[in-house]
């Protein structure tokens, strides 16, 4: 092992960005609960059952490209929307327009209360960069460029494989593995030389399906557990901990 906790062959350090290292998850969750929950009241009236932003987020939303967040959590309750358009408003009742309606949410949370990069992640990122490790950011996030750089920590990764680029490159999001394969790939370090960090249970499985090197679990909520299973190495609470930092 490596100062950095990692196994000596590790080349290259792949970040999720939400909840890894922005405390953006949690802002993403709440968009997602007030989009959901709107929506579930128009439709099953007062007595329907809420989004729940600790359990239905985990399972179903956490992690994934929007639009498959959307179907996913809807799928969950037996509901199928038409896909409608990307430019659909945000009160139309299509995936599109249900993305778009917690875009703007998050949009405006993050306007409203700026982001906050975890500094255990950053003083993480920042040793992998003096120990000369690659530094690539791989995050579903259509708004990763935009958290990365509110955050100051833009300049800090080589690679950046986001929710924008997966569509360009027609890359299928987490739980797939080919963002992160992608980024492995413009960093120029096989896939079982890279190390995936992720708070997700999808970026857990997109590190397992994709055979990478070590697989850190970031457990940011609760499920340290749900992390194993998926396929995570080793369970870390901040990536000081890592650097043999107390948490
Ligand atoms: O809606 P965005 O900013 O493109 O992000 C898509 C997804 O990105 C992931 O990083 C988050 O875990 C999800 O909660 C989020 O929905």
């Known amino acids: 092992m490596t100062t950095l906790g990692l196994p000596d062959d590790i080349h290259a350090c792949l970040f999720d960005m939400d ?3 922005t405390r953006t998850a949690t802002v993403h969750a709440a968009a997602w609960k007030e989009t959901f929950d709107d929506f579930l009241r128009r439709r099953e009236g007062p007595d329907f059952r809420p989004f729940d932003a600790h359990d ?5 939303v956490d992690g994934m490209p929007r639009a498959d967040g959307v179907r996913s959590f809807l799928a ?13 408003p945000p009160d139309r009742d299509t995936v599109q327009g249900l ?31 003096a120990a000369g490790l690659r530094r690539a950011v791989v995050s579903s996030s259509a708004n990763c460029h935009a958290v990365l750089v509110a955050a100051g920590i833009d300049d800090l990764f080589e690679v950046r494989i986001d ?8 890359l299928p999001g987490k739980p797939h593995p080919d963002t992160f394969l992608a980024a492995a790939h413009d960093l120029g370090v096989p896939p079982d030389r890279a190390a995936v960090f992720e708070d997700a249970l999808a970026g857990m499985e997109a590190g397992r399906a994709g ?8 457990n940011r909520a609760d499920q ?14 901040d990536l000081a901990e890592l650097l043999g930092e107390a948490p």
Do not use: C, T
């Open 211 to 218: 055979k990478f090197g070590f697989v850190v679990g970031v």
């Open 56 to 60: 239905d987020y985990d399972r179903y």
């Open 99 to 129: 993305g778009n309606r917690k875009n703007a949410l998050v949009l405006r949370k993050i306007e409203e209360m700026g982001v906050e990069a975890f500094p255990g992640s950053v003083r993480y990122a920042e040793a992998a960069r």
């Open 76 to 88: 969950s309750r037996g509901i199928e929307l038409p896909e409608g358009s990307g430019d659909d």
């Open 224 to 237: 340290e557990e749900a992390l194993r299973r998926h396929g995570a190495d080793v369970v870390v609470d």
């Open 163 to 170: 929710g924008l680029a997966a569509a360009e490159r027609h």
């Open 19 to 21: 909840g890894v290292l």
